[in-house]
């Protein structure tokens, strides 16, 4: 089975999204409603749990490929700010780590890998960059081999 996880930085980024996936109007008829839906949520909502799964099921009733969608604001310490890169790095890579999908998909601030800030930009790849988290600790932890010889180059 394939997994895809679609991250979205904040909780108001977030439930546009699953209103426009949800939605009859918006969303195409070949895409199922979710199996897990977990939406109108305030920012002090708190979770460990994604807020949506969609499951695609072969012929034979087999899931073939399974999309969860992440907020990363649900998983962070409420007590912190929700813009603290620290809290989000403490957060995200223990998921991603539990959950290993095979594709990645950022939404929301700070998804694109460059000097220039993209707000609201949505980045797709088979591997994904993290950050220490620590602005003072310039460390990258690369996991694509391209990155790597990118930032050696800069």
């Known amino acids: 089975m394939t997994t895809v996880a679609i991250i979205i930085n904040k909780n108001w980024e977030a439930e546009p999204m699953l209103a426009g ?4 109007e918006f969303r195409p008829s070949t895409l199922l409603f979710p199996d897990v839906l977990i939406s109108l949520q305030d920012k002090k909502y ?21 999309v969860k969608i992440w907020c990363v ?12 890169s620290e809290e989000k790095y403490r957060v995200l890579v223990p998921m ?13 601030t700070a998804g694109y890998l460059s000097e ?13 960059l993290c950050t220490t988290g ?11 081999p391209i990155l790597k010889s990118f930032y050696r180059s800069m």
């Not at 604001?73 to 603290?84: A, F, I, P, T, V």
């Not at 620590?134 to 694509?144: D, E, G, K, N």
Request: charged share 20%; aromatic share 6%; with cysteine.
């Open 134 to 144: 620590i602005l003072a600790i310039p460390r990258l932890i690369l996991i694509c």
């Open 116 to 128: 220039s800030s993209y707000a609201g930009s949505v980045v797709a790849g088979a591997r994904f």
């Open 46 to 66: 708190s979770s460990t749990d994604p807020r949506a799964i969609f499951r695609f099921k072969d012929a034979g009733g087999v899931i073939v490929l399974e």
């Open 21 to 24: 996936m949800c939605s009859n």
């Open 73 to 84: 604001q649900d998983l962070m310490d409420k007590g912190k700010n929700s813009s603290s």
């Open 96 to 108: 991603l780590q539990k959950e290993k999908p095979d594709l990645v998909i950022a939404a929301g």
